[in-house]
């Protein structure tokens, strides 16, 4: 086995996700399988939110939308995804006519168990960060839209706005802020393993260790083995070493 560290994208991620969600459906049905994954996917995007919240504070700074959308904790690999702005103020509305998720669960066959993640990631990540904003989310490309449409309700991002949202971007970046995609993808395997858990028993545990197996017989053991060590990790607290 190489000795090198599994480099982790957006991919990994994306295919943890539709593996566990399929592993589940094929025990359980949609009907038990569906509630379950957004109960999953919601706890995992609130603990996001809050985690986004908490950088926003300790630097001063308000939980408005435009904060929201500064304090994010990822950064796409480059030409994964593109974005399209349709309009700034009151509101920011924009389209996302590519993006990695769709595309690494439309080249594995994977769209049916992958789009629940998409149905309630937004709406919860919002939420956790402030639940006073409201993203309008008008369709997603995995749910058979053309493409994904969100609006982010008044942001109002006026020339000077943006400036300030870039200024703050840069700085979240610097500070740590954006994490690896390997702390979010131990995030989604411990977080989905203990909510289908709860939800479904023994079924649902079951279901997040099949969804692991087939991502390690993907990328390999190490891969694997990177993402059950977050197991332990206090995903509702900032890291320690990224603070700041």
Same mark, same amino acid.
């Given at each position: 086995?190489?000795? +090198? ?10 295919? +943890? ?12 049905? /949609? ?22 919240? !908490?950088?926003?504070?300790? =630097?001063?700074?308000? !939980? ?6 500064? &304090?994010?904790e990822w ?23 590519? $993006?990695?998720? &769709?595309?690494?669960? /439309?080249?594995? %066959? ?7 993640? $998409? ?13 006073? +904003? ?8 995995? =749910?058979?839209?053309?493409? $994904? ?7 109002? *991002? ?27 993808? %131990?995030? *989604? ?17 079951d279901a997040?260790?099949?969804? +692991? ?16 060590? &977050?197991?332990?990790? /206090? ?10």
């Amino acid at each position: 086995m190489s000795n +090198l560290v599994p480099v982790f994208t957006e991919t990994h991620h994306a295919l +943890l996700f539709a593996w566990i969600a399929r592993a589940l459906i094929s025990t359980s049905g /949609d009907e038990k399988a569906a509630p379950a994954l957004r109960a999953a996917v919601t706890q995992y995007g609130m603990e996001r939110g809050r985690r986004m919240a !908490l950088r926003a504070r300790a =630097n001063g700074d308000p !939980l408005s939308m435009a904060s929201y959308m500064a &304090y994010g904790e990822w950064q796409s690999t480059p030409g994964a995804m593109e974005q399209v702005t349709l309009e700034n103020t009151p509101h920011a509305h924009v389209h996302i006519p590519k $993006c990695p998720w &769709y595309t690494a669960w /439309d080249e594995n %066959g994977l769209m049916e168990s992958g789009r629940y993640y $998409c149905q309630v990631i937004d709406e919860a990540l919002g939420r956790g960060f402030n639940p006073a +904003l409201h993203i309008a989310v008008n369709g997603t490309r995995s =749910n058979g839209a053309a493409q $994904c449409d969100f609006v982010y309700e008044g942001a109002n *991002l006026t020339p000077e706005a943006q400036a300030k949202l870039d200024e703050t971007k840069a700085a979240n970046l610097g500070r740590g802020g954006v994490l690896p995609w390997e702390y979010h993808t %131990g995030h *989604l395997y411990k977080t989905m393993r203990s909510v289908l858990e709860k939800e479904l028993g023994e079924t649902g545990r079951d279901a997040a260790e099949r969804g +692991l197996a087939e991502f390690s017989a993907y990328f390999g053991a190490q891969a694997a083995q990177v993402v059950e060590s &977050y197991i332990d990790t /206090d995903f509702k607290a900032l890291p320690a070493h990224r603070q700041g």
